[in-house]
């Protein structure tokens, strides 16, 4: 985006702050010996009985609102107490007058009743969670929050989103630059109790990225209580095959103008994963077991301050770091046998030590302008992301004859090196401009990526290390997207509403091999278009439909041409020249209350990529590297049923039934692949005494058998359970929670290469048991008297 068009957008903004001017209501308060009152709050109220706007009186009683034209209550009111209300109508700047009040004696008879948030709201763009509404979610991180939250799914250490292929976690909308573990890790980190909501975004709006056939969680955290610290320390064990441990501490200070916090985790600890596969050679069928060790120890760090520089005006920054050093031990063994009689030929095994060092930071810098009272803000970010990722791994593989005599000269040793940096920054700026007929949001966004890959292969198996630069690579990658994005929300009536948006992304991409001296180059330029509308009969239902068109561009490890070998027989690699998948998705939702949501999708993939398994029959060598053959059609309806039968039970069931068509543009694996798939899981929340602080919480899930793209699945299911009390006005939090507890989370899937039938049959050591204990403290600062009168009520309002 050049300087002229930002200078541009600017000169916009200006402009539309200009002729979308407010209307200032005034007035002075005073009380029954006709004294200024200072401290007293002035709140708006909407038709709706909602109030959006409130203020404090000064010295002198006086206060001034902003607001637009239109018919209001107005109320006087202090520690809950209402003085005064009344209804106006304006049309131009009005002087209320002044405003008596007995502030001791006379109490107005009326009362405002503000109800409770719903658990469950939904919204034309989004569901939304409110977490704090929440008994089961309380005491807990956000990964049980999200255990709690519709259409999403948390097992096994993972997080997905029912009926989608991938998902990004944001925190306050801003995009949390972790996956996989690291992601997890981050999570375990944010205690539930300061969540204040999640959001669901299933077909994201035009103000975010369009990238992934994905939704979008937006964990929105609690404001921080003003004047006050609260800090907390954790620590966990966990028993699996092997014992795994972590430390964890956090701090939350809030004084005046400045907000901090901070938090920090430290885990070690390891498990025993088993892989194992069958390829059906046509003269031999090859058996493979890998008994695996995997060792992990991280430490994450988070660290946040914000500045209110004004009343309209904040700054301020969030660090986030993830140091992690996982290993894995590898012992395959592989049985070559005789696919007629099933004898054992041959046996090779093969050892191997991966040894990784991940170090990522991520800065987040923001500065925040509340133009006025209605919600006007304009937002500026930016970003910056760093990973480097130092891998090697060491192997060596002999092979034996069936009476496992040693074959002479079979012995083959090498060691892998690669290394891989990242660096990623990018410039947001966004504007929200809700105008009397119509909200909108427009904004530009350019972001830059740059990646070196370097990988070094030396073979051993002489004894001594030789460089081999036939299976080594050096490349890098440069990525450069500019977007620029609008989108526009309607009241069409108190029951129907809509919203429209565009975004249009332009990315230039590099790729050259160092080693090759190999330059490619690709630059495109996309709409993604997005249209939502919903109908609200009553406060009981909600009808909506909407429709977004996706990219999903390939991760920075698909990317890599690293070439991780295994053994002699089989490796893995990137592809450099992997292309993006585009995908449209279409929505249709119903919700009941709390405790009904059904969904109806559909969605169409085209040009999309995974890792393919290449079986040579002639040498016997596996090779797994990405590539874009998939045309995906998939429609299914998923269902999401909430209910209460007692006082003390709470059930959660969710049902995913989907229809998946496939077709290959590549001949090395299935043409053509279809069939129905099948999700069903049910959670269950027992309260076990009165004061609610006793819970125990059982879940089951099952998956039948099915198709995933070209492949076949196996069915398999899972069974949990949970144990959590909450002790000393619940400052002291203990959880006990057993996963996978039959062992029965072990699926198959079965996919053919060059008419080759392999199938795949792993396990990751996830039935275990954990206990942790977490213990949260703090205290308010002592502050003048009138500072915080209006705090609680304030609070009321949704901000």
């Known amino acids: 985006m050049t300087k002229r068009h930002l200078l541009s957008l600017l000169l916009i903004i200006l402009f539309q702050n200009q002729v979308f001017s407010q209307i200032k209501i005034s007035g002075q308060i005073k009380n029954e010996k006709n004294n200024p009152v200072e401290f007293i709050e002035i709140q708006l109220q909407n038709k709706d009985s909602i109030i959006f706007k409130s203020e404090l009186t000064n010295a002198e009683g006086k206060f001034i609102l902003e607001t637009e034209k239109g018919e ?32 001791k004696e006379q109490q107005l008879q009326e009362v405002v009743i503000t109800s409770k948030k719903k658990l469950i709201e939904k919204k034309v763009d989004r569901l939304v969670f409110n977490v704090e509404n929440s008994i089961s979610a309380s005491g807990g991180d956000a990964i049980d929050a999200l255990k709690l939250t519709p259409r999403v799914k948390v097992q096994n250490e993972q997080i997905s989103m029912i009926g989608k292929s991938g998902m990004l976690v944001m925190i306050d909308d801003r995009i949390i630059q972790l996956s996989g573990d690291d992601l997890i890790n981050y999570l375990k980190t944010l205690k539930s109790d300061d969540i204040k909501s999640i959001e669901v975004i299933t077909n994201p709006p035009a103000k975010y990225n369009a990238e992934g056939n994905s939704g979008i969680l937006n964990i929105k955290l609690k404001k921080a209580k003003n004047d006050a610290w609260n800090a907390s320390v954790r620590t966990l064990y966990q028993q699996a095959s092997y014992p795994t441990g972590a430390l964890g501490t956090g701090y939350n200070l809030q004084k005046n103008k400045i907000s901090l916090t901070t938090n920090f985790t430290y885990s070690d600890g390891s498990n025993a994963p088993f892989e194992s596969s069958v390829i059906n050679y046509p003269n031999i069928t090859w058996k493979e077991e890998n008994k695996r060790r995997d060792f992990s120890k991280s430490l994450s760090g988070r660290i946040g301050l914000d500045y209110k520089i004004s009343q309209k005006i904040s700054t301020g920054f969030l660090f986030n770091i993830v140091k992690s050093n996982p290993k894995i031990n590898d012992n395959i063994n592989s049985l070559i046998l005789n696919s007629n009689t099933n004898v054992l030929d041959s046996l090779i095994k093969t050892k191997a030590n991966n040894i990784r060092e991940r170090l990522s930071n991520s800065l987040n810098y923001h500065l925040i ?29 002999n092979s034996f004859l069936n009476d496992n005599t040693y074959i002479p000269n079979s012995f083959t040793s090498a060691n892998n090196i690669g290394i891989q940096k990242i660096n990623n920054y990018s410039f947001n700026l966004d504007m929200e401009h809700p105008t009397k007929w119509i909200n909108l949001n427009y904004g530009l966004k350019t972001s830059f990526i740059k990646t070196d890959n370097e990988f070094d292969f030396y073979n051993l198996s002489s004894g001594i290390s030789i460089f081999d630069p036939t299976q080594s690579n050096h490349f890098n990658y440069k990525e450069n997207t500019q977007s620029i994005y609008f989108s526009a929300q309607k009241e069409i009536s108190k029951k129907w509403d809509s919203k429209i948006g565009l975004r249009i992304e332009n990315t230039r991409i590099e790729g050259y091999s160092v080693t090759l001296s190999q330059l490619s180059k690709s630059n495109y330029t996309k709409l993604f278009p997005t249209a939502y509308i919903s109908y609200n009969p009553n406060e009981n239902n909600s009808f909506s439909i909407n429709y977004g068109r996706r990219i999903s561009r390939p991760n920075y490890n698909l990317l890599n041409p690293f070439k991780w070998i295994s053994s002699p027989y089989s490796y893995s690699e990137g592809n450099p020249f992997l292309q993006p998948a585009f995908a449209q998705n279409i929505e249709i939702e119903y919700t009941y209350k709390d405790n009904l949501i059904t969904s109806f999708y559909f969605s169409n993939l085209e040009d999309g990529f995974e890792q393919v398994t290449i079986v040579n029959p002639i040498t016997n060598i596996t090779q797994i590297t990405p590539k874009n053959f998939l045309i995906n059609k998939m429609f299914g309806v998923n269902q999401t049923i909430i209910l209460e039968p007692f006082k003390f039970l709470k059930t959660n069931f969710y049902t995913d039934i989907y229809y998946s068509s496939t077709k290959s543009t590549i001949p090395v694996t299935l043409n053509y692949l279809k069939g129905w798939n099948g999700e069903f899981s049910i959670s269950n929340d027992f309260i076990l005494n009165k004061n609610k602080t006793f819970l125990f919480n059982v879940s089951y899930s099952y998956t039948t058998k099915g198709v995933d793209n070209l492949d076949r699945n196996s069915q398999f299911s899972q069974l949990d359970a949970s144990l959590k009390l909450s002790l000393l006005n619940k400052k002291l939090i203990m959880s006990l929670y057993a996963n996978d507890i039959l062992s029965s989370s072990r699926v198959t899937y079965t996919s053919f290469s060059n008419d080759i039938k392999t199938s795949y049959r792993n396990y990751y050591d996830n039935r275990y048991f954990r206990f942790s204990v977490a213990y949260n403290f703090g205290k308010k600062f002592s502050t003048n008297e009138n500072s915080n009168k209006n705090e609680d009520e304030y609070n009321r309002v949704d901000k």
């Open 72 to 103: 209001y209550s107005l109320l006087v009111r202090q520690l809950g107490v209402i003085y005064h209300k009344q209804k106006i109508n304006v049309n131009q700047d009005t002087y209320i007058g002044i405003i008596n009040i007995t502030e």
């Open 369 to 397: 302008y509340q133009i006025d009272s209605i919600g006007k803000k304009l937002t500026f970010d930016f970003d910056y992301f760093d990973y480097n990722l130092d891998s090697k791994r060491l192997f060596e593989t």
